[in-house]
């Protein structure tokens, strides 16, 4: 057999009250923090967006100041941008009639 359940004790008006009143407290806290932390991320944004104007700053500086490289950084980097250049006259026949029937 199943447990009778007791009758509710207490009084339930005094209960919900005080669960309205706790309701509108955290509605109260939750509003208060949600101005502090919009004002927080106003002042992080504000400060993000300084540093990134120094950062430009600095760079825009480097870039007047920087002198062009009088020779290529290493020999040989020029005979390989050579070797790897070709024109539509290297490739075989075949494989031009591939990319026109690919639609490239």
């Not at 309701?23 to 502090?36: N, V």
């Not at 020029?78 to 250049?85: G, V």
Request: charged share 25%; hydrophobic share 45%.
């Amino acid at each position: 057999m199943a447990a009778k359940k007791k009758p509710a004790t207490g009084n339930i008006e005094a209960r919900l009250a005080a669960l309205r009143a706790d309701i509108e407290a955290l509605q109260t806290d939750m509003k208060g923090l949600y101005g502090d932390v919009s004002e927080v991320a106003s002042e992080r944004a504000a400060l993000a967006m300084r540093s990134a104007e120094e950062i430009a700053d600095r760079a825009v500086a480097l870039a007047g100041t920087a002198q062009p490289c009088p020779r290529p950084a290493h020999p040989v980097a020029a005979d390989r941008r050579r070797h790897w250049r070709f024109s539509g006259r290297d490739l075989p026949a075949a494989v031009i009639s591939l990319l026109n029937l690919a639609g490239v």
